[in-house]
């Protein structure tokens, strides 16, 4: 298994650009999250999804959307970048909410100038 | 307002030393609380879960305590080697329908030769 796969692994964007930040995972995992992770800073929740076709707002929403089409993908897509949004993504799937254990991703590292 | 405050924010320590980091957490109602590590430029990877009944759980060279009446934990690493060289992230859950995750802003530890 290759756990939760992120990409890409470092992007610059210009402000005003959009892109997409791909997340997949191979462990059948229903549950999926977004976050962000500031420097200095715990790791913020932007987005999750219980299962295809259901996504909710996290704690840092504002710029961000998702999709859930399949089991294993959930994009997170900026549709106008901002300075502000310059951060390290992680994207992270588990089994179950609350008690079970989320594995993550390495981590797309983005520079928004 | 659920928080996670983490201490000390940095640490330097030599190799064969041992080291405690501190976790305060005002989360309520608490589900359970989790250690990861988290390398530089990768993604956390959980270390040790703890339900609110647990007092005490280890991992190899790391333990973890758990106090929940005082709402306090520790991560304890014994004989340090340089690989533990890492932030530490304590994450607390509430118990509720998301189940989501609450994140310390993390202790760097670096073990020095």
């Known amino acids: 298994n290759a756990g939760v796969t992120q990409t890409p692994k470092f992007r610059i964007l210009k402000i005003g650009q959009s892109m997409t930040l791909q997340c997949t995972q191979d462990?059948?995992?229903?549950?999926m999250y977004w976050y962000r992770q500031d420097p200095g800073m715990g790791l913020k929740l932007i987005y999750y999804s219980v299962g295809a076709g259901i996504t909710d707002k996290g704690e840092v929403p504002n710029g961000y959307n998702v999709s859930r089409s399949t089991t294993e993908d959930f994009p997170l897509r900026l549709e106008l970048a901002a300075p502000s949004q310059t951060s390290v993504y992680f994207c992270a799937s588990s089994s179950r909410q609350g008690g079970e254990t989320q594995y993550f991703g390495p981590g797309t590292r983005l520079l928004v100038l | 307002k659920n928080q996670v405050e983490q201490s000390p924010q940095s640490l330097i320590i030599l190799e064969g030393k041992n080291c405690t980091l501190q976790c305060n957490y005002t989360v309520s109602p608490f589900s359970n609380l989790r250690w990861y590590k988290q390398d530089t430029g990768r993604g956390p990877v959980s270390l040790t879960i703890m339900t609110f009944s647990e007092n005490t759980k280890s991992n190899g060279r790391y333990t973890a305590t758990l106090d929940a009446d005082t709402k306090q934990s520790s991560l304890h690493i014994t004989a340090s080697q340089l690989s533990d060289s890492a932030s530490y992230i304590c994450?607390?859950?509430?118990?509720?329908?998301?189940?989501?995750?609450?994140f310390g802003q993390g202790t760097t530890l670096q073990v020095k030769p």
């Open positions: 994450v607390v859950s509430a118990r509720s329908n998301t189940g989501k995750l609450i």
């Open positions: 462990m059948n995992h229903n549950y």
